[in-house]
């Protein structure tokens, strides 16, 4: 079983900037891909940003420039840089890794308003 555990989520106002922490169980080196997705109310959950095999991270075209993913396996952390948030950047974030099977985290709520 492997656990994933997202921080730093909140309340922040427009043009804000949060980072998020998912911290793994197991070495991020056993995790591929890994990675962050969201899920605004009424919305499918959708890709953020990723680790791939070939250590390439994937961004929605949304958050291009303005996300940042990054990862600290001495920590086995891996983290979402967000800057200049926007209310549509508001929903649920959380952290994907999958070995032979896929491990989702709990969630971290992310609320960009003023």
């Known amino acids: 079983q492997v656990l994933l555990v997202e921080s730093g989520g909140g309340l922040v106002q427009p043009g804000g900037s949060l980072n998020l922490s998912c911290t793994s169980s197991?070495?991020?080196?056993?995790?591929?891909?890994m990675g962050w997705y969201r899920q605004a109310p009424g919305k499918e959950r959708e890709l953020v940003a990723s680790?791939?095999?070939?250590?390439?991270?994937i961004n929605s075209d949304s958050v291009k420039g303005r996300f940042t993913i990054s990862r600290d396996n001495a920590k086995n952390t891996v983290y979402l840089q967000m800057n200049s948030l926007k209310p549509g950047d508001t929903a649920v974030y959380y952290c994907?890794?999958?070995?032979?099977?896929?491990?989702w985290g709990q969630g971290t709520r992310v609320t960009v308003s003023s």
């Open positions: 197991i070495s991020l080196i056993g995790l591929n891909p």
């Open positions: 680790f791939t095999s070939s250590g390439v991270t």
């Open positions: 994907r890794g999958e070995t032979f099977r896929v491990y």
